[in-house]
């Protein structure tokens, strides 16, 4: 898979997973189980893009922001399997409240993080930080 495809992938796998667990239309149960398989798409989908950026030359910052992104997506999973596996009704309100906010929290980085680092990337392949014409200093010429 081409790396900018798996960088764009994992955005929108991340707004999907966040989508499914917010509108559960196929019922609770069947939703929070597509969320754990999406959960599963998302940290393999984050570690692919890890893997295939280690090995480019591209700036050592989008290598940091992605394999930090992998962590986060592995950190959200394992926070997930509690909320998953418990009875949340036997919890106290407070703990169970602590776990969604920072599986919230974490989403929220995953997707903000992916994103900048997909669009540093595609632009670092697509050579635009290099200078254009357009961005040449006006000669002293065209200032009045
Ligand atoms: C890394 C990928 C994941 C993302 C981006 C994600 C995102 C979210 C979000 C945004 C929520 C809503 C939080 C809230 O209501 O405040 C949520 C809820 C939840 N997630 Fe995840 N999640 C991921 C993986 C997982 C996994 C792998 C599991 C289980 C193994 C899981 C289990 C849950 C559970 C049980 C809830 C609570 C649902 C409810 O009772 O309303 N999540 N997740």
Not at 9 to 29: K, N, Q
Not at 94 to 109: G, S
């Amino acid at each position: 898979m081409k790396t900018w495809v798996a960088m764009y992938l994992l955005i929108w796998a991340v707004l999907l997973e966040m989508l499914i667990v917010f509108f559960p239309v196929l019922g609770y149960d069947a939703n929070l189980d597509l969320h754990v398989l999406g959960g599963a798409v998302v940290v393999v989908l984050a570690l692919i893009v890890y893997r295939q950026i280690r090995n480019t030359s591209c700036p050592d910052r989008i290598k940091r922001i992605s394999r930090s992104t992998a962590q986060l997506a592995v950190l959200d999973t394992v926070i997930g399997f509690p909320l998953y596996l418990t009875d949340m009704s036997i919890l106290g309100v407070p703990f169970k409240e602590v776990i969604l906010f920072l599986h919230f929290v974490l989403a929220i980085t995953i997707i903000a993080q992916a994103s900048s680092s997909a669009t540093a990337y595609d632009m670092w392949e697509e050579r635009e930080f290099a200078p254009t014409p357009a961005d040449q200093p006006r000669s002293p010429a065209h200032t009045s």
